[in-house]
């Protein structure tokens, strides 16, 4: 790099002292923090990928009929624009990313217990995007069957779902492997005096995660394996006409991508927690309570896969079951967004861009969650099912909130990562973009599905036109705001203001340690006596 | 930081244990053979069940050295085993009631 | 530089780590394998017959003598291990290839046995199987998934086990470092944990 930035990162870790220069300094990186950034990275380019196939998602259902593709190539886009958003961007998302470069700092750490693992959970997570790009363009087609790969759809169409299904299965391994690292981490290498109760929050999500992670993930490693088997060997399991149930794929396929919806959101929760006490500057209102709400939802989280599947065929008594269940996880996660309000109460609030976006994720995981019940509920999803109402509660749940706690935390420790600061005008003006084109794009969603507008449908009656339009511009709007974000944020990466160790009065050892930090975090491993979130 | 080189317990454990435990579970193995030769109907599954998951706690306490290990490793143990039982039993009751 | 960095490993050695490491991923087997026995469980439940009917094509001296050959080798390794921590590298070692001689009499036996059904034309797809009833299909289908998926893990074990052999022939791996050997006996123990469930449910189906 050039002279004057290496000058800028003299005794940090973007100094390149090892035997590598350039690209190779990084990719043979076992350092967290580059790990981490190359994870950001990677993330961001497929997130805006999947952003595209969005928009032209949106362009196609902008009128009814055919618009810009036809209905095979629509199949095609939604799946793929499931597969990456899913598997790609949100599943990794904060753990990979955020998890990485933090957690260590967090609980006084040098790095994660096995850093050469850690980069070759990186590899995976690169060669599994790669196949699944791939399986895009070889020769039987893109597949369609949606990210869900429901048999006997996926088990006998001629696309190409086996590459899909593999890219899938590597890209769950690199997942098991990062929560592995972390877990041991966790447990092992916490800063003396640091107990479990005196570790920040951001830490105990991460720790929540990591074993959602290590133990759902294999369920549908196997999975993927029995569909392969199927196109392959036609060994029958979910094939009627061998005696196998189709539903049992559901069965196997949710047990994972149930739990896999808490590894998208409990990070992302765990960035608001610490967003909220640092610009309110008052202790987190029950630390105890979110970090065992944490738990909970993890434990939880396991046993309600069932309510993605109440129009299968399942028995009542299963109906039952799952749906008080759901019922059940809805409540810790209740408890958090009260504690949140209740930090906020009396505090002194300073609106920066990572308190907006928190503010704002509050506000639209508050919506996707009470549409959550209303799914979570019997009756009322026997009628919601499979509508646009579906796909605007979990854009809600998954953009609005893990998306949106992303940006806060992209906004929040970007002056730790790069030792510059963004411009904050500019990050303002682009959050109140996207929060009004996300809420152009996907309130409306609710309203046709209601009415009755089908998912993943490529047609729809001349009804339901109207509110497709308005969704299509709060499309572009939020891409608008998406667009000057980035724009902001790369920029500044390069030539921002410097900025201080600690921009926002935080707490948290992270703000302890120099901007960027030094290679091995901290010069001597702090001695921890208290809990965190302790404001002079 | 230099004394985590051993294992938190360094106990080793011996031949005669790890003989004893062969002895016993190859009993056990031809018990089960034994037991599912008649048809005592549903009893059947859950006796060589049974005889098999004792085996498993066998091979987990003596050969995978769980006895000695700390108490967390035997709690993550403990909770994977009843994670793996109720997602079995939450999706028998599907198929149970259909 | 080299030098550095070889001390800084040294000086961030965690056994402990390393082994809470191993047992974690023996959890993500256990998930792994245990979508394999949900399948099995659900539609035993709703074959039964058929699923007894079909087992009688399996034979349970095989089934058997490969029982007793996985739970030898469970001890020869655990054996192996302790023989290292008092020092006696040679019986260590001995041990260690018996456990892998016993991991190759397995595999063999498995040849044959799946070998045997292919003659039969016993095979997920072939003509035969898809004229016989469903909970036959079904049944062959989970014997092929399970016996083979356990066969890889013999035989990716049988490489690790041979992997930590060389290692203490090479001083690597010694009474004072022995974490290797402990994880890879740890492995080995997995697929002997899982064929101690497989064998009843596959083979002793009344």
């Known amino acids: ?536 | 930081m230099s004394d985590n080189h051993h294992s938190a317990s360094t106990h080793i454990t011996p031949y005669r244990t790890l003989a004893i435990v062969l002895v016993v579970l190859l009993a056990l193995t031809f018990l089960t053979i034994e037991i599912t030769s008649f048809d005592l109907k549903a009893w059947n599954v859950a006796l060589a069940l049974l005889v098999a998951c004792f085996k498993g706690y066998l091979v987990l306490s003596y050969f995978m050295h769980l006895k000695y290990e700390n108490l967390l490793i035997k709690i993550l143990v403990g909770m994977v085993i009843l994670l793996f039982a109720l997602i079995i039993v939450i999706t028998y009751i599907d198929y149970l009631f259909r | 530089m080299e030098h550095q960095a070889k001390a800084h490993l040294l000086e961030h050695r965690d056994d402990e780590a390393s082994k809470l490491g191993m047992w974690l991923f023996i959890f993500t087997e256990i998930l792994l394998f245990g979508g394999l026995f949900l399948v099995y469980a659900v539609y035993r439940s709703i074959y039964h017959t058929e699923f007894h009917e079909a087992s009688l094509e399996l034979n349970v001296v095989f089934g058997a003598v490969n029982t007793i050959v996985l739970l030898v080798s469970s001890m020869a390794i655990a054996m192996a291990l302790t023989a290292l921590q008092q020092n006696k590298i040679q019986l260590s070692r001995q041990l260690i290839w018996l456990t892998v001689f016993c991991a190759f009499i397995f595999l063999v036996n498995k040849y044959f046995e799946w070998g045997a059904k292919f003659e039969h034309e016993i095979y997920p797809g072939s003509e035969l199987l898809m004229k016989l009833k469903h909970g036959h299909i079904l049944y062959f289908g989970l014997y092929y998934a399970m016996t083979g998926l356990h066969a890889l893990h013999v035989t990716v074990g049988m490489v690790i086990l041979i992997v930590a052999e060389r290692r203490i022939k090479a001083g690597k791996v010694h009474p004072e470092k022995y974490v290797f050997l402990e994880n890879s006996a740890l492995y080995w123990h997995l697929v002997d944990l899982i064929w101690i469930f497989l064998f009843p449910l596959l083979y002793l189906i009344t």
């Open chain 1, 1 to 536: 790099m050039r002279a004057e930035a290496q000058e800028f990162y003299k005794g940090t870790y973007l100094e390149n002292t090892g035997r590598y220069k350039g690209i190779w300094a990084w990719l043979t990186s076992t350092d967290h923090k580059r790990i981490g950034l190359m994870y950001l990275y990677a993330i961001a380019t497929f997130f805006i990928v999947g952003v595209i196939m969005g928009l032209l998602m949106r362009i196609e259902l902008i009128s009814p009929g055919k618009t810009i593709v036809e209905p095979q190539a629509y199949n095609g886009l939604f799946t793929v624009h499931g597969i990456i958003m899913i598997f790609m961007v949100v599943i990794p998302g904060l753990s990979a990313t955020f998890g990485n470069f933090f957690l260590p700092i967090m609980i006084g750490a040098r790095d994660v217990s096995f850093p050469r693992l850690n980069l070759f959970s990186f590899y995976l997570f690169l060669f599994g995007s790669f196949l699944a790009i791939l399986s895009q363009f070889m020769r039987h087609g893109p597949p369609d069957t949606g990210w869900t790969f429901y048999a006997p759809y996926s088990t006998t169409t001629g696309t190409n779902v086996i590459m899909a299904t593999t890219a899938a299965f590597i890209l769950g391994f690199s997942s098991i492997l990062t929560g592995l690292n972390f877990i041991v981490t966790v447990h092992r290498l916490r800063a003396p005096g640091m107990r479990f109760f005196r570790m920040p929050l951001f830490p105990w999500a991460i720790y929540a995660t990591a074993w959602i992670q290590l133990l759902a993930t294999p369920v549908v490693g196997i999975t993927l394996l029995m569909i392969i088997a199927e196109r392959l060997f036609r060994i029958g399991f979910f094939d009627p006409a061998l005696g196998g149930d189709p539903v049992l794929y559901q069965h196997l396929f949710w047990i994972y991508s149930h739990p896999a919806v808490y590894i998208m959101i409990l990070p992302a929760m765990g960035v608001i927690t610490e967003i909220i006490p640092t610009f309110c500057q008052r202790k987190v209102y029950g630390y105890k309570a979110i970090a065992l709400s944490s738990v909970a939802i993890a434990a939880v989280g396991y046993l309600v896969w069932g309510h993605h599947m109440y129009t299968s065929g399942m028995s009542g008594k299963s109906l039952w079951l799952f749906s008080f269940l759901t019922f059940v996880v809805a409540v810790p996660s209740a408890i958090k967004v009260f504690n949140w309000l209740a930090t906020m109460y009396k505090g002194s609030i300073d609106m920066k861009p990572p308190f907006l976006f928190a503010l704002f994720f509050i506000f639209l995981f508050t919506i996707g969650g009470l549409t959550g019940l209303v799914l979570g509920a019997l009756a009322t999803n026997v009628h919601v099912h499979d509508t646009s109402f579906v796909v605007a509660h979990f854009h809600y749940i998954i953009f609005g909130g893990m998306g949106f706690a992303m940006f806060a935390a992209i906004h929040y420790w970007f002056p730790k990562i790069y030792g510059r600061m963004y411009n904050l005008k500019q990050a303002t003006v682009a959050s109140i973009i996207m929060f009004v084109g996300f809420n152009l794009l996907y309130f409306p969603q609710f309203i046709i599905g209601i009415e009755g507008m089908p998912r993943r449908y490529y047609d729809y009656f001349p009804q339901f036109q109207p509110a497709q339009v308005i969704s299509t511009i709060g499309g572009f709007v939020l891409a608008a705001g998406l667009a000057l974000m980035f724009y902001n944020l790369i920029r500044s990466a390069r030539k921002g203001e410097k900025a201080p160790a600690n921009p926002w009065n935080g707490t948290t050892l992270e703000w302890q340690i120099p901007s960027p930090p030094p290679l091995e975090n901290f010069d001597e491993i702090p001695h921890i006596n208290e809990r965190p979130y302790s404001f002079k």
